[in-house]
């Protein structure tokens, strides 16, 4: 009993240096590494933080782009930066289950030191506002009678929306044809020109297409604020919950109070008002799994990629 | 009479300066190899957080068009497209350089930029809707179609050796094919490496395949300057505006194509000047001209890709669809201040969306005397400074300029390698750009392809899909007739010697 009470008083020892040294955390610039070109979900929702975190601390949070192979090349050297706190790196899943699953990328799940995931866009499937389908009822009936007859686009292969198409289809009981496209626009203008039956999308690019598309359910838990009137995947029977998390890693050798106060910091700002008010309008959905949440999140989701990959078939 | 109060709401001073500083911003960065106009705004983005959004939308308008002008200048002065863009630029503009005509191909190119630039933003204020229509028309298969018919250009800037054209090509297809395949997602000729994962980077090819062997043989042959003809001494603006004059439908016409194809999402602005390059060259009486220093392939070229600025915006305005990747710079700029863009942006922000039209034409107009200014000033950096001291300066940025890119060595070492690989090829013959034709049109023609065949498969009928539609049916009549012409036009000048003699 002695030696853990031991135990137990050097921990609050070295927890209260710990917070007398991050008391003035951080006291200088933030580099927030964006592993995508600018102008995508990743860039706006890390700028969407600037101001937010610069009134919290007091600092400047500089975004910087470290674009390639999908991410992967800035995950593949998040652990080559100093462990300061100083540089964050955005992550999104499932690319950083996804990615070293299927191989070759440089990098492992595991040498990603998640902090926190402050949102996730579900996966919301779409049809033009003149389609046919009106609802998913519609569409499942007519999918069921005609295998592989109707076609949907998403944003490249063994990415959220093809994996949303894998799950829907599987759930769904259905045979629909996945048409992989070079990246969202290219999806929504072929969606918005009628060369395809519907696609997979999610609800902050549904959010800039308006009334030119009719989303027939959303992966959200409940209704969201913007699409009050679009049913969920479950509400319909159909168990397909979730969407694409983004949140911020910092490199291994980052110690362990220093990611707590980071994710502390994030939560703060992800739990502001005005900024949930802000990112829901964008088709946002604000979510807050904290650090020490992060590996029970992180294996569920593990699970479940590696399950779905699996039976499609493109695991080795 | 709304809208002229939309253009007096863009005619402050304000704006107008945000307009002028960003036109000679976007022009520098723009000017510099591998920094593109995606880079020129992700940098200058958190500087317009203060201002009001429609001001804040004219000055990276105005950056955007800058920097797509900026990239004439090394392409025309040292041979290195600044922007994906400008690739056909140095298809005419560096032979006029080699001339000794640099400072007027600067100035025909600033002149065309403006004429380009007016056009794009004139449609996007007139006749945004029915366009955006139009390239919603643009399927899978048309994108299939129009990178074929990029690639038929590979025939005409290799004539005289096409069979080496070809296999330039057929290289630049199989570099395109390197790393992560966007359509099935398998990793293609990486050789287990991770830094393949994500392809030949476009700009370090650019940089490796176009610059670096000129630095070598401007080194290997101490004889040898840039230039082979006199160097001028003053701005030629009488003579550029009477060639601007006179190739007045060439500029309209490449004009109209660069903003249909700006408008097309994905497509973008290097296949906009190919396109307008093929047709001047293809409608030209003397196509043989072509390649060698013809002022009317730089107007098409440069004019076709200013006009991709105001056709990008078009489904960027009307349908919420970023048409180029700068395009999604500035959406997600103007998100960040909480203005919803899409389709709701015409109905609930006119103003906005007005002012920002009036906003960039004001930009487009500043580009007359900030890029003839500029221009001169770039020309005579590049003809002033010694050959000991011009190739080491350049070398240095080729490699910042690729480094930029990603902030990563990986892209450097292969500016590097690709540069001597090119060097290598030139010895033997091969130009640089039916390679990079290659590497450009490939994944759009293979994603088309592929697409294709999954729709038309999914509705039973693929040949349908390819060849039944009346967009692709226009297309491959034009892909057709830009094959078949030179042996028709040799065909019919062999009969004028019969005649003649």
């Given amino acids: 009993m002695r030696k853990l009470g031991a135990i137990a008083i050097g921990g609050i020892l070295t927890a209260a240096f710990a917070s007398a040294a991050l008391a003035d955390f951080p006291s200088r610039t933030v580099t927030y590494v964006i592993p995508f070109n600018p102008g995508g979900a990743s860039d706006e929702t890390a700028r969407m933080k600037e101001s937010f975190f610069t009134e ?85 009936e007519v999918a069921s009678s005609n295998p592989g007859a109707l076609t949907f686009a998403g944003s490249g292969s063994h990415s959220a929306n093809h994996l949303a198409q894998q799950a829907f289809d599987q759930l769904a009981g259905v045979t629909t044809t996945y048409v992989p496209m070079s990246g969202a626009a290219p999806a929504q203008a072929a969606l918005l020109g009628g060369h395809i039956t519907g696609a997979w999308l999610d609800t902050a690019s549904v959010a800039r297409l308006g009334d030119q598309v ?34 911020v890693a910092v490199p291994q050798s980052t110690p362990p109070e220093l990611r707590t106060a980071w994710s502390e910091l994030i939560a703060a700002i992800a739990t502001d008002p005005e900024f949930i008010e802000k990112m829901e309008a964008g088709g946002y959905v604000v979510t807050n799994i904290r650090y020490e949440d992060m590996d029970a999140f992180m294996s569920d989701r593990i699970q479940d990629y590696t399950n779905l990959l699996e039976q499609m078939g493109v695991l080795n | 009479m709304e809208i ?108 065309s930029s403006v004429a380009g630039g007016l056009i794009g933003g004139l449609l996007l204020l007139m006749l945004a809707p029915p366009l955006a229509t139009l390239a919603l028309a643009f399927g899978p298969v048309e994108y299939f179609w129009i990178a074929l018919l990029g690639l038929t250009l590979i025939s005409a800037i290799s004539e005289g050796n096409v069979l080496k054209g ?152 009307v349908l919420g669809i970023p048409g180029t990747p700068p395009d999604a710079v500035i959406l997600a700029a103007v998100m960040v201040q909480g203005v919803r863009t899409g389709p709701e942006l015409f109905s609930s922000h006119a103003d906005i969306a007005y002012t920002f039209i009036f906003g960039l034409l004001i930009a487009t107009i500043f580009m007359f005397p900030v890029g003839l200014v500029l221009g001169r000033w770039a020309y005579n950096i590049v003809a002033d400074l010694p050959k000991a001291l011009l190739v080491p300066t350049v070398a240095f940025m080729c490699v910042i300029g690729s480094f930029a890119i990603h902030n ?94």
């Fill in chain 1, 214 to 247: 009719r989303m027939l359910a959303g992966a959200m838990e409940e209704r969201i604020s913007l699409f009050p009137d679009v049913p969920t995947f479950t509400e319909l029977g159909i168990d397909l919950v979730g969407g694409t998390h983004r949140g």
């Fill in chain 2, 166 to 317: 070809l296999i330039g090509g057929c290289i630049g297809l199989l570099l395109s094919m390197v790393g992560a395949a966007v359509m099935g997602g398998d990793l293609r000729f990486t050789f287990g490496t991770p830094h393949l994962v994500g392809g030949v980077e476009m700009i370090s090819a650019l940089i490796g395949l176009y610059c670096i062997p000129i630095l070598i043989d401007l080194v290997a042959e101490p004889e040898r300057g840039l230039f082979t003809g006199k160097r001028t001494t003053h701005v030629p603006l009488r003579r550029t505006l009477k060639a601007s004059w006179d190739g007045k439908v060439n500029l309209l016409r490449s004009g109209a194509i660069g903003t249909l194809v700006g408008a097309l999402p994905g497509a973008g602005g290097s296949i906009a000047s190919l396109v307008a390059y093929s047709e001047v060259r293809r409608s030209s009486r003397q196509p043989e001209k072509f390649g060698k220093g013809a002022p009317e392939g730089l107007q098409a070229t440069e004019s076709a890709n200013s006009a991709t600025v105001g056709g990008g915006f078009i489904p960027t305005l």
């Fill in chain 2, 408 to 501: 990563n060595i990986n892209d450097v070492r292969m500016m590097v390698v690709l540069g001597v690989f090119g060097w290598l090829m030139s010895r033997l013959g091969f130009g640089p750009s039916p390679i990079v034709l290659g590497l450009i049109l490939g994944p759009i023609a293979e994603q088309g392809l592929v697409q294709g065949f999954l729709i038309g498969g999914a509705s039973g009928n693929v040949l349908g899909m390819f060849f039944g539609r009346p967009i692709s049916l226009v297309i491959i009549l034009l892909i057709l007739l830009a094959l078949a012409y030179p042996l028709l036009f040799r065909r019919s000048r062999r009969g004028n010697y019969d005649a003649s003699e």
């Fill in chain 1, 56 to 140: 919290l601390t007091g600092q400047q949070l500089v975004i910087s782009y470290r674009p390639g192979a999908g991410g992967a090349v800035g995950w593949a050297n998040l652990n080559d930066y100093a462990g300061d706190g100083y540089t964050i790196m955005g992550v999104n899943l499932p690319h950083i289950i996804t990615q070293p699953l299927l191989g070759g990328v440089g990098y492992e799940t595991d040498d990603i030191v998640n902090i926190h995931i402050f949102h996730y866009t579900p996966h919301a499937l779409v049809v033009r506002s003149g389609s046919e389908f009106e609802t998913l009822e519609d569409l499942i």
């Fill in chain 2, 4 to 111: 002229l109060a939309y253009l007096a709401a863009a005619l402050t001073f304000e704006n107008l300066l945000y307009a002028l500083v960003g036109v000679v911003l976007g022009t520098a960065i723009g000017a510099l190899p591998g920094l593109t106009a995606t880079m020129a705004l992700a940098v200058l983005v958190p500087f317009t957080f203060t201002m009001a959004p429609a001001s804040a939308m004219i000055a990276l308008g105005a950056i955007y068009t800058g920097a797509l002008y900026g990239g004439a200048y090394s392409a025309i002065l040292i041979n290195t497209p600044g922007t994906p863009s400008a690739i056909a630029t140095t298809f005419d503009g560096f032979p006029l350089t080699r001339k000794g005509e640099g400072s007027f191909a600067v100035s025909l190119a600033c002149v």
